[in-house]
């Protein structure tokens, strides 16, 4: 399912261009703000996988989950809300594959969003 | 006053967007990335904050320990508090409103619908600040009445004060027609006195009468309607009817005399030879607001009170002179001898009058 959903959902992309009248600045702003938010998201998500602590998972994942959103990153909020699921079930095994996953996903993420001259 | 919206969200690129969206639409927003910062934030704000966006999922404190805590806090529980969910959250979004959140804002944001949400509730805001501050100008107008009345009955005779600003006190005002009784008092050697003596002294020795004789009219429940200088006149039966007005009247009249008589001794030994003249009359009146606007009293026009003043400025020192109307009223009360009939101006014919010597003491204590 998540290989289905867009890696960037170019219609969330216009949507938010256009409800800032187009000022490239803010935009680039707030891309900068996703990453170095991101960064210390997927590294909180790294260190609960790694101490098999669902409970500490939560939080990072549903922020992630809500800021990709936000920005069209339509695979990488799936795959946080995913592991932010899991991590309320308290389901540990596999967590660990899942941040990897997410990581190669953010990876996508930020080559897709150079790609629409999101990030210069 | 109240145009800052505060954005709540552990998410900076969510803050970040939701500010972008609020100042295109010219609110102001400050940021806070848990409840506990948002907390302090309120209360530093101190009224500021019109609306609060508020995430549900946070570090340190939760949407839902915030929105407690704002809600338990007098201070801050009239806030909107409008919340901020993914559409995957509604059954928290429930919950919120339980707890008293006014709203929600699905993610991502919509601008539009933003924009409406947080104008609506900060409308609700001011209209509710409105309302307090109506409710805070009323109770101080209240108390500027409540004072005003206060001031004013020190001012007027208290029965009068109370006919302020109550419907019946107004018909009273405008003016009726009863028996009343009429009573003027004043001093005997007055003018001579105040020839003779320092302004200072006048001054002193009114303030002593006037508190003596001010303290009677009260215990009588009469109406003062002037003081002026040596002079008074103080009427009954209005505006609180009263059905022994006339028995009242010389009550006071002979306490009046009693009274004088241990001020006027104190005076003598400084040489002032004062004595006190009574005059009271009974007959029906037309009692009301007298005057012009800018300057109103509450005062009784009638023959009685023409009466009652002549027969004041005919007693001699420590006289109580009755018309025949008040007289035939207290008959069984009072001891009177025989003055005559007197000549009074304006009167053509001489009336018989009577001056009180005592009150009838087996009457007196019935």
Redesign the interface.
Known sequence: MTDETPILDRSVVDELRDSVGGDEDFIADLVSTFVSEGRSHFAAMQAAADASDAAAIVRPAHTLKSSSAALGAMRLSAIAREIETAGRDGTTTGLDVRVTEARQVWEDTLKEMAGVGLIK | MTDIALVVD?????R??LG??LA?IGIGVREAGDGRAALALLRELDGQVGVVLLDV???EMDGYETLEAIKADEELRHVPVIMIS?V?ELDSVVRCIRLGATDYLP???N?TILAARVRASMADKRVHDMELEHAAEQARLLETIERQKEELSRFLSPQVAALVSTPEGEALLAGHRREATALFADLRGFTTFSDQAEPEEVLNLLREYHAAMGALIVEHGGTLEHFAGDGMMVFFNDPVPQPDHVERAVRMAVAMRETFAVLSAKWARLGYELGLGIGIATGYATLGRIGFEGRYDYGMVGTAVIVASRLSSAAEADQILLNPRAHAAVEQLVAVEEVGALTLKGFARPMPTVNVTALNLAAATA
């Not at chain 2, 552990?10 to 969510?14: C, E, F, W």
């Open positions: 552990d998410s900076a690129v969510n970040q967007l972008r969206h295109g999922v946070m570090p993914g995957d993610k991502p944001f601008p």
